[in-house]
């Protein structure tokens, strides 16, 4: 029987709408925007429609899987039989591994056993047909753990969202050196979201981090029964310096500048003395000196839609507007903190674009969103990049010239490579879109900074690579897409990432829909092909980390903020589970604590 996901228990009053900052552009005033709705319950009985119907169309996954495993066995049977050298363990393994892939789907979203079994994978080339090579899927054991095993001198850290603070983790011993909890410091909202940490070259003794929270109506979406009815508005950004025996939070950038940023945190990789945090639901990026915490510069995006209806209004093309924001020039602080400033009322979540086209994620200004929630750094500092997600695209910022836009990168498969980006006047840029084909969310640079990745999301499903070897991004251009033939609809989905330490392989958090079991994809980034697919290893897969050895890579699962969680271990040399750390629930990021500055680019500095 199909699992259902928990419903919010009905307030007791309704939830006041928070105070906002009008958006640069206005919106439009001649349009079909559906009424905003004043309860959250309404996205939370839409969002249980689309995830059974997610469900539904991710069983036709599984159930292509098992014919396609059980065509190869019965191909395998017709073969005559031929003398091979296979223990006995060896046959049991195999015999394991085929039925574990029909098991898939029966069971659906049960953790499955042990095995491993293969199938007939693709690469998508731009303009070019599903790739046909093999792709080894392996069903990993949920139960496996690392039995003491001591995974090097490395520490981790782990914001917990909903739990309202972080704690570091040492890879060591696997204990826990040291934990922060926001409410201590009168943040009544601190959803721990996401974190960078600086160079440290005895974690041990001593790291610094910067850790963005979210606030206001987002504690409420995740369907958790709750008496809260008016969240406080949080959205801070907190400084922490651990000493060696604990945390204590240095610093809370926001009151220091005004800025309520939520999202993801990423520090410059050249020199580690400066570091961006944006947000999708102000649409804004702004940049910090490490040492002041001054605004080296800020930016907002905003949409003007063609059609100013919410059903067409991204797909049928508009206007990107690019806008550098200043403080106020007699307090010297900018005025968006908490919620202020927010053009929908809680963020898009993963895979959740669409709830804006349909008019079920409500807000001050929907159909100004742009989704610009993530800006990271190319390796060696020369540029930044911001993701759009609405756009399906990434805006290339130019740190030489005060992060002014210098080109924008289009990442769907059936769109021109890159849109013009045109200057208006000193602090105002533009870029003019036909048509989108589809949202995009995570990026990512490669460690050797030739490449550039984005992924395509929901109307595509797939993997973008575009080749940035040129000096001029205006030249960067896109020349290949990775794509499962196996995926359909919105799941599986491509998600967040890490590249191998020499930049060779490529490891893809793979999202299925809740409650399923999640995975890792392992890519050869010479050929953009699929090698390997690690499957079961648990709900809710997040970011992907990797010790700075490149013996191991680390990705938290978080449950959905509620179930089954913990940090699954992979063997980088054999591309193999060996083990699952306890961790609690709601981690929404990891990041290991670097000890040298060139471990910078492999930080999510450089990928999310």
């Known amino acids: 029987r199909p699992m259902v996901e928990p419903t919010r228990e009905t307030p007791t009053k309704t939830v006041s709408p928070d105070v906002s900052a009008g958006p640069i552009i206005a919106p439009p005033t001649d349009t079909s925007l559906p009424a905003r709705k004043a309860s959250i319950d309404e996205f939370l009985r839409r969002n249980a429609e689309v995830a059974e119907k997610d469900r539904a169309e991710f069983q036709t996954y599984l159930t292509a899987k098992a014919e396609s495993a059980a065509q190869k066995a019965k191909a395998a049977a017709a073969t005559p039989a031929r003398k091979t050298r296979m223990s006995r363990r060896t046959m049991l393994n195999v015999a394991v591994g ?73 890879l060591n011993s696997n204990r826990v050196l040291a934990s922060i909890w926001y409410w201590n410091y009168g943040d009544f909202s601190p959803i721990s ?39 406080a508005p949080g959205t801070n950004i907190y ?11 240095v610093e809370n950038v926001s009151e220091t500048t005004g800025l309520g940023l939520g999202v993801h945190v990423t ?18 990026a702004a940049c910090f000196d490490r040492t002041t915490s001054k605004v080296k510069a800020a930016l907002r995006f905003d949409w003007t839609p063609n059609v100013p209806d919410l059903r067409d209004a991204w797909i049928k093309g508009g206007t990107l507007t690019i806008k550098k924001i200043y403080p106020d020039a007699k307090t010297g602080l900018y005025d968006y903190r908490g919620t202020k400033g927010n053009k929908i009322d809680w963020e898009m979540v993963p895979m959740g674009e669409l709830f804006v086209e349909e008019g079920s994620l409500p807000g001050d200004a929907p159909l100004t969103l742009t989704g610009a929630d993530g800006t990271i750094w190319h390796p060696d500092g ?50 003019v879109f036909d048509k989108i084909h589809s949202p995009g969310h995570e990026i990512g640079f490669s460690p050797d900074g030739r490449f550039l990745v984005m992924m395509n999301n929901l109307r595509e499903n797939n993997c973008s690579i575009f080749n940035c070897t040129d000096p001029d991004p205006r030249k960067w ?54 090698l390997k697919e690690i499957q079961g290893i648990g709900p809710d897969l997040q970011t992907p980390a990797i010790t700075y050895d490149g013996k191991y890579v680390l990705t938290p699962f978080s449950g959905f903020q509620r179930q089954s969680s913990g940090i699954a271990v992979i063997d980088t040399s054999t591309d ?9 629930g709601g981690h929404h990021d990891c990041v290991i604590i670097p000890t040298k500055l060139e471990h910078m680019k492999h930080t999510r500095s450089c990928t999310l």
């Not at 940490?197 to 790291?207: E, K, L, R």
């Not at 610094?208 to 958790?224: D, M």
């Open 193 to 231: 979201h996401h974190l960078c940490a600086f160079p440290s070259s005895d974690p041990y003794h001593g790291f610094e981090f910067v850790n963005s929270t979210q606030g206001g109506k987002n504690s409420l979406i995740y369907g958790i029964p709750t008496a809260i009815t008016e969240p």
């Open 576 to 584: 193999t589970l060996i083990g699952i750390l306890p961790s609690n």
């Open 477 to 530: 251009r896109k020349v290949a897409h990775v794509e499962d033939p196996l995926w359909r609809g919105k799941y599986p989905n491509p998600f967040h990432m890490v590249f191998s330490m020499d930049s060779s392989k490529l490891y893809l958090s793979i999202l299925h829909p809740s409650p399923a079991y999640s995975g890792i994809m392992v890519v050869d980034t010479k050929t953009w092909t699929i």
């Open 239 to 249: 400084r922490v310096r651990f000493d060696g025996a604990q945390m204590q939070m």
């Open 98 to 170: 085929t039925a574990g892939v029909a098991e898939a789907a029966v069971l659906g979203y049960n953790a499955l056993g042990g095995g491993s079994s293969s199938d007939t994978g693709i690469f998508q080339a731009s303009g070019s047909g599903p790739q046909q090579q093999h792709i080894t899927r392996e069903i990993v054991d949920s139960k496996a753990d690392v039995k003491g095993c001591s995974l090097g001198q490395w520490v981790a850290l782990l914001p917990t969202k909903l739990g309202g603070g972080t704690y570091a983790l040492d």
């Open 267 to 284: 520090v410059n990789p050249k020199d580690a003395q400066s570091y961006f945090v944006t947000d999708g639901q102000k649409d804004i």
């Open 382 to 431: 020369r540029w930044a990049a911001t993701v759009v997600r609405l756009c399906g695209g990434i805006c290339i910022l130019d740190p030489e010239k005060n992060f002014d836009p210098a080109a924008f990168l289009q990442f769907n498969k059936d769109s021109q490579d890159q849109y013009p980006v045109e200057q208006i006047d000193k602090d105002t840029w533009k870029v």
